[in-house]
């Protein structure tokens, strides 16, 4: 008896130079190609340098797509900052790029820092000082790092006085639980969901290390481990080859896997694209580093899935908070069942972005092609 296979879903997306309409399997090849682009590229006045075609994917959602154009110069910070800025901010949460095994990491300032209504790692006293002591002080203390053992102790304590007694005698599950909660509560609403299962690991070593008293080796350790991974300000140039993959991690708690590959490079400076919707976004796509101007192009995107609601089958527009490896499809909804929903504040928006539905992502406003998605929203909203 033959097997009734459903067609695979072909993911379209337009060329940002002759805007025309391609498949994502094709559209390396047009690039290549494509008359506009070599018209551009031909008549761009500006220093020639090394120009990378860089290709990047949801990892878990292959329908998310861009072909990038940006120089062999750029550092991976300027590629964290241009992914950030079109596709995954929403918290400043850590990312990384994994390269041949290797990591290159950003964290930010503030890391080490429970966020408000939590699990406080600064005591108070400490914290009504540095608003209240002068400022000698204060430029003394500017840039340190976190001192681990006060970090360590700082959690030790206040978990102690939540149990009323010594971590010691507290179950390691116990302090989990705890933990899980003072992280719930310091979320904003819908997050917690879809965030803490993927963050149980890490709450359960962190349970072991303060009921056994080792949490300060353990950072310690784990901070000596990253001492000999990269930063990211390492060049483009340096660290990839023509067809290199790699991968790239925006948020360990409620995570945005990407996938890159170096496509192919050549000399010559970045076309500007003259189309008058795209000027916005072209002029967006630009980040300064040091004060000299990282010129990151889009030159193909996916179109927008067209994702419809699991009840009815009408556009949908809104999705519940969810990981990266659940099905938009199967949880989409449109605005009238949105609205019905349990909770329809928490549901998150529908967006041109791989981490539509993940934390509380709802999306940047200049990250369409022409700002089309956002007045369909504003008009539906209305």
């Not at 400043?92 to 994994?98: K, P, Q």
Request: with cysteine; proline share 5%.
């Amino acid at each position: 008896m033959a097997k009734h296979t459903m067609p695979k879903e072909i993911s379209l997306g337009l060329c940002a130079f002759c805007q025309g309409e391609f498949a994502k399997n094709k559209i390396t090849q047009h690039l290549k190609t494509c008359k506009a682009r070599l018209s551009a590229s031909a008549t761009q006045d500006g220093e020639k340098q090394r120009l990378f075609h860089l290709q990047v994917e949801g990892n878990y959602r292959p329908g998310y797509w861009m072909h990038l154009e940006m120089p062999a110069i750029a550092t991976l910070a300027d590629l964290d900052d241009f992914l950030r800025f079109v596709w995954l901010e929403c918290c400043d949460h850590l990312s990384e790029f994994n390269i041949d095994g290797m990591s290159y990491s950003y964290e930010p300032e503030d890391a080490w820092d429970m966020p408000p209504g939590g699990l406080s790692l600064v005591k108070e006293e400490d914290t009504e000082e540095d608003e209240e002591g002068d400022a000698e002080e204060g430029d003394a203390e500017e840039g340190q790092e976190p001192d681990i053992q006060e970090i360590a102790s700082e959690m030790a304590k206040q978990l102690s006085l939540e149990f009323k007694s010594d971590l010691k005698n507290v179950p390691a599950a116990e302090i989990e639980k705890k933990l899980e909660q003072m992280f719930a509560e310091s979320m904003p609403p819908g997050m917690s969901a879809g965030t803490l299962p993927m963050l149980r690991p890490l709450l359960s070593h962190l349970a072991e290390s303060l009921q056994q008293g080792t949490l300060a080796q353990d950072l310690a350790e784990l901070g000596e481990e990253d001492e000999d991974e990269g930063g990211m300000d390492s060049e483009l140039g340096d660290i990839l080859t023509i067809n290199k993959k790699f991968s790239y991690v925006y948020d360990f708690g409620s995570s945005s896997t990407l996938s890159l590959r170096l496509i192919d490079e050549r000399e010559g400076a970045v076309p500007l694209i003259k189309d008058e919707d795209l000027e916005e976004e072209a002029d967006d796509d630009e980040f300064e580093d040091d004060g000299e101007e990282i010129a990151i192009l889009i030159m193909a995107r996916n179109k927008p899935p067209e994702l419809v609601c699991h009840i009815c089958g009408k556009p949908a527009s809104k999705v519940p908070s969810l990981s990266e490896y659940d099905s938009l499809a199967k949880v989409a909804l449109c605005a009238t069942h949105a609205a019905k929903a349990q909770d329809p504040d928490e549901l998150l928006p529908i967006v041109n972005s791989p981490r539509t539905g993940i934390c509380g992502y709802d999306g940047n406003t200049v990250d369409d092609w022409n700002g089309e998605d956002d007045e369909e929203e504003g008009a539906e909203e209305e």
